[in-house]
T-cell receptor, first 112, second 111 residues
Framework: EAQVTQNPRYLITVTGKKLTVTCSQN?????MSWYRQDPGLGLRQIYY???????DKGDVPEGYKVSRKEKRNFPLILESPSPNQTSLYFC???????????FGAGTRLSVL | TQLLEQSPQFLSIQEGENLTVYCNSS?????LQWYRQEPGEGPVLLVT?????EVKKLKRLTFQFGDARKDSSLHITAAQPGDTGLYLC???????????FGGGTRLMVKP
C-alpha cells in the first residue's frame, strides 16, 4: 500500500529541546515536502526536496532544518523549538512530473 | 507574492442541499488541485484541472477551472454528511514544484 508515514503523531515538548519528526514514503517518489497547518493560515510549505541531497526553502523555513540522505526519508528537525512552532505538521511526497501529492496523517506538536 | 483566497471560509448546510466553494487568485496558474482533509488526517487529492475552462466531475462533485486559469470552483450536488471536511485548493505555477495552498473552506453537512 502506498504510504507516507510520519512519526510521532503527537508530541509535547519544552522550549529549546531539540526534536526530529520523521517522514518515510514507500512510493519511490523524488519529491518530498513539509508543511505546517495553522488555523486561518492554511498549509504553508516549510522545506521541500526535489531529490536526494537536494533541499530548498519553502515559505516558512525559519527555525527548521531538513535532510534528504535517502530517497525514502525526509526528517524535519527543530534544533531549538519555540512556542510559535506549535502546529500541525504534514509531510508529503510526489512524483515530480505527475504533480500529485500524497500526505502523511500529520504530527501535532505542542511546544511549551 | 500571489494572493490566493478561498470562500467561504466556513459553510454549514443540511443534507441534500447544493453548494459551491471558490478559489480565486490574482495570478495565472498552469494547473490547480483540489484536496479534501478530514479531521485527524492529511489532505487527500480529489482532482487536478489543467486547461482553462475545464470541467471535471467526481460523482456529485463538479470542478471547474476558470477560462483565464486564475480561479476555480467546486460544486457539490445533494451534499451528504460524508462530504464534511476542509476543502483546499492548491494552484501551481510554472516556476518550480512548490505547491501553495489556500486557507480552505470548512464544510459541515448536517444530517
Amino acid at each position: 500500500e502506498a504510504q507516507v508515514t510520519q512519526n510521532p503523531r503527537y508530541l509535547i515538548t519544552v522550549t529549546g529541546k531539540k526534536l526530529t519528526v520523521t517522514c518515510s514514503q514507500n512510493m519511490n517518489h523524488e519529491y518530498m515536502s513539509w508543511y505546517r497547518q495553522d488555523p486561518g493560515l492554511g498549509l504553508r510549505q516549510i522545506y521541500y526536496s526535489m531529490n536526494v541531497e537536494v533541499t530548498d526553502k519553502g515559505d516558512v523555513p525559519e527555525g527548521y532544518k531538513v535532510s534528504r540522505k535517502e530517497k525514502r526519508n525526509f526528517p524535519l528537525i527543530l534544533e531549538s523549538p519555540s512556542p510559535n512552532q506549535t502546529s500541525l505538521y504534514f509531510c508529503a511526497s510526489s512524483r515530480v512530473a505527475k504533480n500529485i501529492q500524497y500526505f502523511g496523517a500529520g504530527t501535532r506538536l505542542s511546544v511549551l | 507574492t500571489q494572493l490566493l483566497e478561498q470562500s467561504p471560509q466556513f459553510l454549514s448546510i443540511q443534507e441534500g442541499e447544493n453548494l459551491t466553494v471558490y478559489c480565486n487568485s490574482s495570478s495565472v496558474f498552469s494547473s490547480l488541485q483540489w484536496y479534501r482533509q478530514e479531521p485527524g488526517e492529511g489532505p487527500v487529492l480529489l482532482v487536478t484541472v489543467v486547461t482553462g475552462g475545464e470541467v471535471k466531475k467526481l460523482k456529485r462533485l463538479t470542478f471547474q477551472f476558470g477560462d483565464a486559469r486564475k480561479d476555480s470552483s467546486l460544486h457539490i450536488t445533494a451534499a451528504q454528511p460524508g462530504d464534511t471536511g476542509l476543502y483546499l485548493c492548491a494552484p501551481r505555477n510554472n516556476a518550480g514544484n512548490m505547491l501553495t495552498f489556500g486557507g480552505g473552506t470548512r464544510l459541515m453537512v448536517k444530517p
